[in-house]
T-cell receptor, first 110, second 110 residues
Framework: DAKTTQPNSMESNEEEPVHLPCNHS???????IHWYRQLPSQGPEYVIH???SNVNNRMASLAIAEDRKSSTLILHRATLRDAAVYYC???????????FGPGTRLSVLP | KAGVTQTPRYLIKTRGQQVTLSCSPI?????VSWYQQTPGQGLQFLFE???????NKGNFPGRFSGRQFSNSRSEMNVSTLELGDSALYLC?????????FGSGTRLTVV
C-alpha cells in the first residue's frame, strides 16, 4: 500500500488560513488523494479528494503537486470547529481498504 | 438523507463473551466497511462487504467476523472477547470512492 507522511501536529489562529501538508512519494498513477478529518468523539468525515488537478469545495481546497508526490489541504479561514485530526489517504479507484496513518492534529487558537 | 447509523453507541462486555455490532448504511450504498480505532494503533481496517460478499479483509484474527444482508445493513461479530478488543468500532458506507462514517460503537471489555 502506498504510504503518506504528515506532521504530527499543527497550530493555527482562528480566521487565518491553514496549509496541511502530506507527502506521498510512492503514489501510483491510479491513486486518488483523499482527505478526511476526525473531530473529537466522532467518526472520520470526508473533506475532499483529487487525482491530478487542484480541487475546491465548500470545506477546503486541495493543491496537488505536479509530480503528485505531495499535496496540501488548505482551510481558507480556520474556525474553532476545524480543530480535528486530519488524515491524508491514498486510494485506488474503488476507494476501499483505507490505510490510515496517524494524521495531523490541528489545534485552532482563538 | 440519513447518515450511517451504528448501534449500540456504547457497550460493556466481559472477557470471553461475544458481541454483535450493527451498521445501517446510507440508502443506496452497497459497500460497507468496518474499522477498529484504538489510541495505540489508530484506525485499522477490519473488512469490507459489497452486495453481501466480503470483498476485502484486514489483518485481524478469525474471532472478528462480519456479514451483510440483502438490504446492505451489516453486522460484525467478535467472539471470545479479550481486554485488547476495547476500542471504537467504526462503520462506513461508500459510493464512488467517498466514505461516510458512522459515529461508532465504543466497546469496553472488562
Amino acid at each position: 500500500d502506498a504510504k503518506t507522511t504528515q506532521p504530527n501536529s499543527m497550530e493555527s489562529n482562528e480566521e487565518e488560513p491553514v496549509h496541511l501538508p502530506c507527502n506521498h512519494s510512492t503514489i501510483s498513477g491510479t491513486d486518488y488523494i483523499h482527505w478526511y478529518r476526525q473531530l473529537p468523539s466522532q467518526g472520520p468525515e470526508y473533506v475532499i479528494h483529487g487525482l491530478t488537478s487542484n480541487v475546491n469545495n465548500r470545506m477546503a481546497s486541495l493543491a496537488i503537486a505536479e509530480d503528485r508526490k505531495s499535496s496540501t489541504l488548505i482551510l481558507h479561514r480556520a474556525t474553532l470547529r476545524d480543530a480535528a485530526v486530519y488524515y491524508c489517504i491514498l486510494l485506488d479507484n474503488y476507494g476501499q481498504n483505507f490505510v490510515f496513518g496517524p494524521g495531523t492534529r490541528l489545534s485552532v487558537l482563538p | 438523507k440519513a447518515g450511517v447509523t451504528q448501534t449500540p453507541r456504547y457497550l460493556i462486555k466481559t472477557r470471553g463473551q461475544q458481541v454483535t455490532l450493527s451498521c445501517s448504511p446510507i440508502s443506496g450504498h452497497r459497500s460497507v466497511s468496518w474499522y477498529q480505532q484504538t489510541p495505540g494503533q489508530g484506525l485499522q481496517f477490519l473488512f469490507e462487504y459489497f452486495s453481501e460478499t466480503q470483498r476485502n479483509k484486514g489483518n485481524f484474527p478469525g474471532r472478528f467476523s462480519g456479514r451483510q444482508f440483502s438490504n446492505s445493513r451489516s453486522e460484525m461479530n467478535v467472539s471470545t472477547l479479550e481486554l485488547g478488543d476495547s476500542a471504537l468500532y467504526l462503520c462506513a458506507s461508500s459510493s464512488q470512492g467517498k466514505h461516510t462514517f458512522g459515529s461508532g460503537t465504543r466497546l469496553t471489555v472488562v
